[in-house]
């Protein structure tokens, strides 16, 4: 291990105090810069820097990284390319899609991180890159001429920064990274998300109307489907008939989950059950899809669901995936069902996900204490006097 110093003209090395080149005479007072190498596992790693200063740091930081390596067997911190591909094998393998994270890899993560290693990766930087995605944009629709956009919401931000500190996460349990996770002190959005668009009494009246004229029978069975039972869109379109079970009256759903085969048994309610029914009477032979178009391939809705939410007159905020909130929304507010019940027809992994809905509970609860009144009595409380 050596700081030598180097000639930029012939490419000779020197002890560090040499004055001129031996080899083309290159005076090193003026025109110099320095060579550091060091010995590992009887292999040279050499680096050249412009001033001594720098290559003593050097010098110290390359024989740090020989000890760690050959005597602690502590190896150097992985790109973070190189960790991603490893994670994403482990998704492909383990979970049900690997979608979720290869969108935020792609478009966001690795234009900014691409070639770093982790532990190159500071606090600053990821503060920074939460500030340029509140500056980012995304288009309103999957349409290649709109020209509509909108910011990343802040659950988009946070999940995408979560996305990072999955992959120090995964790095460090598959001992790959030792170093220090700079993810754990990131400050996350903070977000309100308890706020959620519902279908009013008028819109849903209207749109009941027109998926019952609607033409595409299919498309608009799905629709019903998604008001009726409160599943999410990739639920109701991705299922087939051998998840549906009339003589139990049980239909099995894929819920949304990063788990391979992992499904929630609902019963039929009058919704699902005339549209399961319905839908049967089109269905397609050899076609496993319950909702399928005239070609049995699966439903992208997206545009069909704007002619219909157009000719029902919802509001343009309205999403397909308003139907699941309007579903939440009104059995929350009905006073007859608990937010337990609540959650486990959502498939929510945890209550806290249905707490967005708990405001509208207030009511019920209000009814519900004054069954006190009923059933306690007054208790000879008096009047206040």
């Given amino acids: 291990m050596a700081v030598n110093v180097f000639c ?158 999955r992959l120090y996460s995964f790095a460090t349990q598959k001992g790959l990274y030792l170093g220090k996770d700079p993810t754990k002190r990131v400050s996350y959005p903070q977000y309100d998300n308890r706020m959620t668009n519902s279908l009013s009494d008028d819109e849903l009246s209207g749109l009941l109307r027109v998926l019952r004229e609607w033409p595409n029978r299919m498309a608009a069975l799905a629709f019903l489907m998604c008001l009726g039972t409160g599943k999410r869109t990739g639920e109701i379109f991705g299922l087939t008939w051998d998840d549906v079970n009339f003589e139990t009256g049980v239909t099995r759903f894929r819920i949304k989950s990063r788990i391979k085969q992992e499904y929630q048994y609902l019963p039929m309610n009058h919704f699902c059950t005339s549209a399961l029914r319905e839908a049967k009477r089109f269905r397609m032979l050899g076609c496993p899809l319950v909702f399928h178009t005239e070609n049995g391939k699966r439903i992208h809705y997206e545009a069909i669901w704007g002619r219909i939410k157009a000719k029902a007159g919802l509001r343009d905020c309205i999403r397909a995936h308003d139907l699941r909130h309007t579903f939440a929304s009104r059995l929350a507010s009905s006073g007859e069902v608990d937010i337990f019940t609540l ?28 069954v006190a009144d009923k059933v306690l009595g007054h208790c000879g409380i008096g009047d206040g006097n």
């Fill in 8 to 165: 930029p003209e012939c490419k000779s090395s020197y002890v560090v105090g040499t004055k001129s080149c031996k080899k083309c005479g290159n005076n090193l007072q003026r025109n110099r810069k320095y060579r550091v190498f060091v010995e590992s596992n009887q292999k040279r790693i050499t680096r050249v820097v412009v001033t001594l200063e720098l290559a003593r740091q050097l010098e110290l930081k390359l024989k740090e990284e020989v000890v760690r390596r050959e005597e602690l067997g502590i190896i150097e911190a992985p790109v973070i390319d190189q960790v991603w591909s490893q994670f994403r094998s482990y998704l492909a393998t383990n979970t049900k899609s690997e979608d979720y994270y290869e969108k935020f890899w792609r478009n966001h993560i690795a234009p900014e991180f691409a070639g770093r290693r982790l532990d190159t990766i500071t606090l600053t930087e990821l503060d920074n890159f939460a500030a340029k995605l509140r500056q980012k944009t995304h288009k309103l629709s999957h349409n290649a001429i709109s020209k509509q956009t909108k910011p990343l919401a802040l659950s988009t931000i946070d999940a995408i920064l979560r996305a990072i500190a």
């Fill in 343 to 370: 959650q486990n027809l959502l498939g929510h992994k945890t209550v806290a996900m249905t707490n967005r809905y708990a405001h509208l509970l207030d009511d019920a609860l209000k009814r519900g204490i004054l």
